[in-house]
């Protein structure tokens, strides 16, 4: 619990303070109450040395007994004659014979013993708290007549010593308050001090880092306000750099062509550049601290914020072409939103893939034409030399009439927005294309294990685009597996969707290929091209139609090892 460090502070001392004063008058009382039985003591001393000078040994036990009690009246003192056997024969206040024997007192036992016996003790004769001195009286002989004793009452003594305690006790106060006083007077000249360093730190913690702290009167704080103004110094510095920094990187993010927006983790706008602004029809003064779905028109960027596993969306506005992605910054808790117009870029594909589409369909009548002659002079009986020629004609053409097909197909998935989805089943896809390839495989003695999943589940999509992305795995599986392979195609369903995948243990891809091979005309190395040859376009198309689907198609080889590509597919 937090609490006053000064109050603390007047508590402990006043706590302190009153224990020490305590302590003196218990030590003073305990002083002055032996102090006082000694003088006391002495006192007695003198008086039964004088009442025992006066007896002699003529004198009856009527005459000692009227002797004490006359003494005792002028000297206010009680004495006391004791033979003995403890037998009492005189007493200054009460009558002997009704005294009891007083043998086992303890000052007439030391009295006994050692000649002189001193003793504060309850009497239980006169009902008082006594002091006692007791001495042996002896006769001209030497021998012990009897004890003489002397007492004083303790009530004059407590009454002394009570004077005391209570006069000690009464400048003991006043010396605590006092104190507490003095201690009150300085806490305020501390407290002050205090929240006069409070209120400029206040100010400086609030941004005011020019302001500094004089010097004050006490040298206890010199080195605290030193402390606070160097700690100022250093924020004002620091304040300033981070300042700088934060205004270069605005600026930069200003400049960007790139749109960027920053939304906190409720989506509300928390910054957004000139590029953003301009691509997004917004302004940022305008809807800084708004919600960016209440505030966005393009429904393809909602889209994309509303969805969390989604990264990034391709958009028109117009005639523009955009392209945004999503990032999420969990250390601060926030999302940025870049977009690129890509409308430059994105004009120049169309016009390739436009191009290649019209070139591609304007070879095609040609090279059937020059296919159907050259099969009719096949036919014709011509020497060897032009058959030779005849067939080198027929398998370039073949193999232009393959490239330029691969190319209408590309251009075809390319120009493809959205696919006609429809539930289909994996293995009964694979099952078809099997039935289509199975001439090609016998013709190598391929062996082609099928190991479909048992209630693997449907996938979402074009039934005719997967069949060419399958029938391109396959078909190059077999084209470089070596005559009496195998190759294995198993389907894989999980709750995220259905992996086909195809492995054989041919020839195998280099490591140094592999991020290479689903570009478009690559081939993994010129050798294995002549000898089987291919248009370099087969995975281009696998990874366009994977796309096309939201999946993926993944390759693990090496050479001489065989490889293994899995094609991946959402499931429904």
Excluded at 14 to 26: E, M, Q, R
Excluded at 99 to 117: C, K
Excluded at 317 to 325: D, E, P, Q, Y
Aim: charged share 25%.
């Amino acid at each position: 619990m937090r609490g006053s460090l000064l109050r603390r502070q007047f508590y402990f001392s006043v706590i302190t303070l009153s224990a020490a004063v305590g302590g003196l008058l218990l030590i003073f009382s305990s002083l002055s109450s032996k102090t006082l039985i000694d003088e006391t003591s002495k006192a007695l001393l003198r008086e039964r040395i004088l009442f025992d000078e006066i007896l002699c040994d003529s004198l009856g036990e009527t005459q000692i007994d009227s002797i004490a009690k006359n003494l005792g009246n002028r000297t206010k003192v009680r004495f006391t004659v004791i033979l003995p056997d403890g037998r009492v024969i005189a007493d200054s206040e009460k009558p002997p014979s009704a005294m009891e024997n007083h043998a086992d007192r303890p000052e007439i036992i030391s009295a006994m013993a050692e000649g002189e016996g001193i003793n504060v003790r309850y009497s239980e004769t006169v009902r008082r708290q006594m002091v006692y001195s007791a001495g042996i009286s002896r006769d001209s002989s030497g021998a012990i007549r009897y004890v003489v004793r002397s007492s004083k009452p303790m009530d004059s003594l407590k009454a002394v010593n009570t004077a005391l305690v209570r006069q000690s006790l009464f400048w003991g106060i006043i010396l605590i308050a006092l104190a507490s006083a003095m201690f009150f007077i300085s806490r305020n000249f501390v407290k002050k001090n205090i929240d006069a360093l409070s209120a400029q730190v206040k100010k400086i913690a609030g941004g005011n880092f020019e302001k500094r702290i004089g010097k004050g009167r006490y040298l206890e704080f010199e080195e605290l306000e030193k402390s606070v103004n160097s700690l100022a110094g250093s924020l004002e510095k620091m304040f300033v750099e981070l300042q700088q920094q934060r205004n270069n990187l605005l600026t930069i993010l200003q400049s960007l062509d790139e749109g960027v927006i920053v939304l906190q983790a409720n989506g509300e706008i928390h910054l957004m550049n000139k590029a953003a602004q301009d691509f997004t029809k917004l302004d940022f003064q305008s809807v800084k601290g708004a919600d960016i779905l209440s505030t966005l028109i393009q429904p393809e960027l909602r889209n994309l914020i509303e969805e969390p596993d989604k990264s990034k969306v391709e958009y028109s506005v117009g005639k523009n072409r955009f392209k945004a992605r999503k990032n999420k910054i969990h250390q601060l808790d926030q999302t940025v939103i870049s977009i690129n117009d890509i409308t430059e870029s994105f004009n120049i594909q169309q016009t390739k893939t436009d191009f290649v589409a019209n070139v591609s369909h304007e070879l095609k009548t040609p090279l059937t034409l020059i296919k159907g002659f050259a099969e009719t002079l096949e036919m014709e009986p011509l020497d060897a030399e032009v058959q030779k020629y005849i067939a080198t004609i027929m398998r370039h053409t073949d193999r232009m009439i393959a490239l330029v097909k691969d190319l209408l197909t590309l251009s075809r998935i390319e120009q493809t927005g959205k696919i006609d989805a429809v539930k289909i089943d994996p293995a009964t896809l694979v099952e078809q294309i099997l039935f289509l390839f199975k001439s090609e495989a016998d013709e190598k003695q391929i062996t082609i294990l099928f190991e479909p999943q048992k209630d693997s589940p449907p996938i979402l999509g074009d039934e005719s685009l997967l069949e060419i992305a399958v029938s391109n795995l396959l078909h190059n599986a077999i084209k470089y597996t070596p005559p009496k392979g195998e190759i294995k195609i198993r389907i894989l369903g999980e709750d995220s969707g259905v992996t086909i995948s195809i492995e054989d243990n041919g020839i195998g891809i280099p490591a140094e290929d592999i991020p290479r091979i689903f570009e478009r005309f690559y081939t993994v190395d010129k050798s294995r091209s002549n000898s089987l040859y291919g248009t370099g376009l087969g995975l281009s198309i696998v990874k366009h139609i994977a796309l096309l689907h939201s999946g993926e198609i993944t390759v693990e080889s090496s050479p001489g090892a065989g490889s293994r590509f899995d094609l991946k597919i959402p499931a429904t």
